[in-house]
């Protein structure tokens, strides 16, 4: 008291059957603190959350269903009995902060034989209720690369709902944004907005995706473009793209589905096609020392 509090300790959840992770969650420590005077007038407001060292292993198994996907046995009645009916609504919850520390999470796709990490994720984020708005903060490595992630999410109750992002990646050497709303949340959603990207090396941004650099991409990038994407559509325009000395304007639209059309109009401005191909060219390799010649003389016989 005053502030009523749970802690738990190395603490795991068992993995699901044929997952190679014996523990699908596990942690070093788990610290819950709620409020006393709300939690008298039957809400649970919960101040902080703090996860210590977890490791999330998620898993894609061989027969295409996911570790996290639970499925509770069915409860079965006899025919003309009635059904179970729950008690009085649930409490009001409110949480106010969940903190993050040292944490760790692995995806495996057994079918496609594919594992991504991510580690040492330290997070932030923040609610003012449990239909938000909502703002973190989080940062971690992937890949050997260095990503944090901020953003910010209004109330999910009114539409259309508010969301910027702004991803720094490699140390500040790339970062990206957006600015926009998403239409509501289901599979209608739209997400329309402001879409910018700049980088002193683009191969720097390229790191954490998995692509390897190469001597063009070793060059500045700035990008702006407005995007409006669904589950069925998608459009960018007004696509304004530097790539070093070169300059590009365009547009792109594509219908998704089964058979997805794309569509793009791109106007690319002068190409000093000797700078992209000298850039492009390996470096020549260093010459070779010349041999040294030793002489070698017979002592002189009398």
Request: a positive charge; charged letters at 20%; glycine letters at 10%.
């Amino acid at each position: 008291l005053p502030m009523p509090a749970l802690s738990v300790a190395n603490a795991t959840l068992g993995n699901a059957r044929g997952a190679k992770a014996p523990d699908m969650v596990a942690f070093k420590s788990l610290s819950v603190r709620v409020a006393l005077w709300p939690l008298l007038r039957g809400e649970v407001q919960v101040q902080t959350v703090i996860l210590t060292d977890p490791v999330i292993e998620l898993e894609r198994l061989a027969d295409g269903s996911g570790n996290w996907e639970f499925r509770p046995p069915t409860a079965k009645t006899a025919p003309g009995a009635a059904q179970p009916t729950t008690g009085g609504g649930a409490p009001a919850v409110r949480v106010d902060r969940v903190e993050i520390r040292n944490g760790r999470i692995v995806y495996r796709d057994a079918k496609a034989g594919t594992l991504e990490t991510v580690e040492r994720l330290n997070a932030d984020l923040r609610a003012e209720s449990l239909s938000g708005p909502f703002a973190g903060r989080a940062d971690f490595m992937t890949r050997s690369a260095p990503l944090a992630v901020e953003f910010s999410i209004g109330g999910i109750a009114g539409q259309p709902i508010p969301l910027t992002l702004a991803l720094d990646m490699a140390g500040g050497k790339a970062k990206a944004g957006f600015t926009g709303t998403v239409s509501a949340l289901g599979p209608n959603a739209k997400l329309t907005g402001k879409l910018t990207s700049e980088s002193s090396n683009l191969s720097a941004a390229l790191l954490p995706l998995g692509i390897a650099p190469t001597p063009l991409s070793a060059r500045p990038l700035a990008l702006e473009a407005q995007i409006d994407v669904s589950a069925a559509q998608a459009a960018i325009k007004d696509i304004r793209l530097t790539l070093g000395e070169i300059s590009a304007t365009g547009a792109v639209n594509a219908t998704l589905g089964e058979r997805p059309r794309i569509e793009a109009l791109v106007n690319v401005g002068a190409i000093n096609l000797d700078r992209l191909m000298a850039a492009a060219a390996p470096a020549p390799a260093p010459a070779s020392a010349p041999a040294k010649t030793v002489a070698a003389s017979a002592p002189a016989t009398g």
